[in-house]
């Protein structure tokens, strides 16, 4: 594998030993996979004696396997896998194997990290060149890197929230391949890092609004203007969060109590041009109620900082994602029915995720810290190395 073929000239195998040399920028310890053992044995296989030769090829099969699947840990992050198998730590030495032979280029695929993220690789490659300002900018870096250590690679497609940036990415087998603005949410409720898979969309939704934006949102709205207000902006009031929930006159409620947080009420929002949810919905169902939907307010997302949701995701196109996610045809919006289920042929990906620090061609694109969340992570890393070294 690394001495064969393409390449005999040994660039991949001197890349992988390189790349072991300087595993403390993942992380790890170099010393786990025997860097002086590799070193002699890189050596020794220009003898041209085939015993030498396969020696040398075991040892790096072995201990890329090793750095690989170290690298490719569950990260130290606050991030809610909803679907298990997302998380990166189950990989198989045959399946890294596999797909570092199936490469187009084995030097390639070791120089850019090819079982990790790009985003992983562009990052890391800044902390080895070392072009950094400051040790905050080195404190970032080290705190992104292991948010990256969740984010896929390889085949497929994917879908990638960036909430610090109000963007999502398409990727598909590595590469970008398209992005949109969206909105995410505010500091108050802010939209969590998560890994799940997108299993269908839901045409012509109900929007059922979370209690606390019932009573911050509509309460006041119905105290000044009565029920006049629900019934033009297609709302509905329920007797309960259960599914056989049945339809009841907003009269009954004391509006002025739900306005004060003293009473809690399901109110819904019916499928139409007013709806909060647009005309479709991309959920992967999840206990924290997270979807990426369709929005009527598209002035938000002209806005610099895009942070005005109860947590979802506000897209910038609902049909582009949806063309891309269904392999080119969207699911027809024809019909007026609500609640209309369209699996996806096969689950995407998504990840939502939270990176103030992103690889931009050769530099690194510092974004603000909206959550806050930067601090307690470094904190936690630092925790995490300290329990290691022991």
């Given amino acids: 594998m690394w001495f064969g073929g393409d390449n005999s000239s040994g660039a991949a195998a001197q890349l992988l030993s390189n790349l072991i040399r300087d595993a403390r920028y993942d992380g790890l310890d170099p010393e786990h996979y025997a860097p002086l053992e590799l070193e002699r044995a890189l050596r020794a296989a220009w003898s041209s004696n085939p015993a030498t030769i396969n020696r040398a090829d075991r040892l790096l099969s072995e201990m890329f396997v090793a750095y690989a699947?170290?690298?490719?840990?569950?990260?130290?992050?606050?991030?809610?896998?909803?679907?298990?198998?997302?998380?990166?730590?189950?990989?198989?030495?045959?399946?890294?194997?596999?797909?570092?032979?199936?490469?187009?280029?084995?030097?390639?695929?070791?120089?850019?990290?090819?079982?990790?993220?790009?985003?992983?690789?562009?990052?890391?490659?800044?902390?080895?060149?070392?072009?950094?300002?400051?040790?905050?900018?080195?404190?970032?870096?080290?705190?992104?890197?292991?948010r990256a250590r969740a984010l896929p690679a390889g085949a497929g497609k994917a879908v990638i929230v960036n909430a610090t940036a109000a963007e999502l990415t398409m990727v598909e087998d590595g590469r970008v391949v398209d992005t949109m603005r969206v909105v995410v949410g505010k500091a108050v409720h802010p939209t969590p890092m998560m890994a799940a898979m997108i299993r269908f969309t839901s045409l012509n939704p109900y929007w059922n609004v979370p209690a606390d934006l019932a009573a911050e949102r509509i309460a006041p709205n119905v105290v000044k203007a009565g029920a006049p207000y629900l019934r033009n902006k297609g709302y509905q009031l329920l007797s309960s969060w259960a599914d056989?929930?049945?339809?009841?006159?907003?009269?009954?409620?004391?509006?002025?109590?739900?306005?004060?947080?003293?009473?809690?009420?399901?109110?819904r929002q019916l499928p139409g041009p007013e709806n909060a949810m647009?005309?479709?919905?991309?959920?992967?169902?999840?206990?924290?109620?997270?979807?990426?939907?369709d929005t009527p307010e598209k002035k938000l997302l002209g806005e610099d900082s895009r942070m005005f949701s109860g947590g979802c995701v506000r897209l910038e196109d609902a049909p582009r994602l949806a063309r891309w996610l269904y392999g080119g045809k969207a699911p027809s919006t024809s019909s007026t029915s609500p609640e209309q289920r369209v699996d996806l042929p096969r689950p995407v990906p998504v990840y939502l995720t939270y990176l103030t620090a992103i690889p931009n061609g050769g530099s690194i694109t510092y974004l603000p810290d909206v959550y806050n969340r930067d601090p307690a992570a470094l904190a936690a890393l630092d925790q995490a190395a300290l329990v290691a070294s022991r």
């Avoid at 990260?75 to 194997?97: F, H, Y």
């Avoid at 002025?256 to 003293?262: E, I, L, T």
């Avoid at 005309?279 to 999840?286: Q, Y």
Wanted: aromatic share 8%; charged share 20%.
């Fill in 278 to 293: 647009g005309r479709m919905k991309f959920m992967f169902p999840n206990a924290q109620g997270i979807y990426l939907h």
């Fill in 244 to 267: 056989d929930a049945t339809v009841v006159d907003p009269a009954t409620v004391d509006w002025s109590a739900v306005a004060a947080g003293k009473v809690n009420v399901r109110v």
């Fill in 69 to 146: 699947r170290d690298m490719r840990r569950t990260p130290a992050i606050d991030m809610i896998w909803v679907d298990p198998e997302l998380r990166p730590a189950n990989a198989s030495p045959r399946q890294l194997l596999d797909a570092a032979a199936a490469a187009p280029s084995l030097e390639q695929y070791i120089g850019d990290l090819g079982w990790m993220s790009p985003i992983y690789a562009g990052l890391r490659r800044a902390l080895v060149e070392g072009a950094l300002t400051s040790q905050g900018e080195y404190a970032l870096l080290r705190v992104n890197l292991e």
